[in-house]
């Protein structure tokens, strides 16, 4: 979905080291989510946001912070990145209740 | 709790013909659904959504059937086409107000020439 762009699209980082990925986009979605996706789980909530500086937990945040400044970016966190976090994570953005989320291409991230 | 559960991790089917991908979830109080569409590299696709209000609703090539007796929806892909190669995904919302998608674990659908 052109709407939702992610960057980078792949990064490499070593264990211990912080990490940034970053979600934007330009639908004007209120409500922007972080999933991961790993085989044999499918696609896992990490955290969501219903607004600017306005964020939840998702299913599996341990490990993960978000912050959400303006509508357009969502930005997901690892403060210290472990190899359990080698995964890949996609950004979406939607509105309310019974409509479908818009996903961004993801960001693979390799920790070592 | 809620949980959506595809039937079959994958799928062969050869080009031309129908395909049909089923999935399972247990929320009888479920009233939203979606199918989704990941190709490799890619993020999922929206496809075409349902409300538990409906039995049936087509898209382009496309069609969504959902029986609430038996908690269980269907994507019926017609005339499939090399492009379809790809894993399907169901998802429904957990809560409202927040679309929290829970989803499947996926199947993936392989066209034979």
């Known amino acids: 979905d052109a709407g939702i762009t992610q960057s980078p699209r792949h990064k490499v980082t070593e264990t211990g080291t912080p990490v940034t990925l970053r979600c934007h986009q330009t639908e004007n979605h209120r409500y922007m989510y972080w999933y991961r996706q790993d085989p044999g789980h499918g696609l896992r909530l990490i955290h969501y946001?219903?607004?600017?500086?306005?964020?939840d937990k998702g299913e599996v945040s341990d490990g993960y912070s978000v912050s959400r400044s303006k509508t357009e970016d969502f930005l997901l966190t690892l403060e210290s990145a472990t190899s359990s976090q080698t995964s890949v994570y996609f950004c979406a953005g939607g509105g309310l209740y019974n409509s479908p989320l818009h996903f961004g291409n993801g960001t693979r991230l390799t920790v070592t | 709790g809620e949980s959506v559960g595809l039937h079959l991790p994958t799928l062969s089917v050869q080009e031309g013909d129908n395909s049909i991908i089923n999935c399972a979830y247990s929320n009888s109080a479920s009233d939203y659904f979606i199918w989704y569409k990941q190709e490799s590299g890619k993020g999922p696709q929206f496809i075409i959504d349902i409300r538990s209000n409906m039995d049936k609703r087509q898209g382009q090539r496309v069609t969504v059937l959902l029986n609430k007796t038996v908690k269980h929806l269907s994507l019926q892909i017609a005339a499939t086409q090399p492009g379809d190669s790809a894993v399907y995904f169901c998802?429904?919302?957990?809560?409202?107000?927040?679309?929290?998608?829970?989803f499947g674990q996926g199947t993936r659908l392989t066209i034979n020439p």
């Open positions: 946001s219903y607004g600017v500086k306005d964020t």
């Open positions: 998802a429904e919302p957990i809560i409202q107000g927040a679309q929290k998608l829970v």
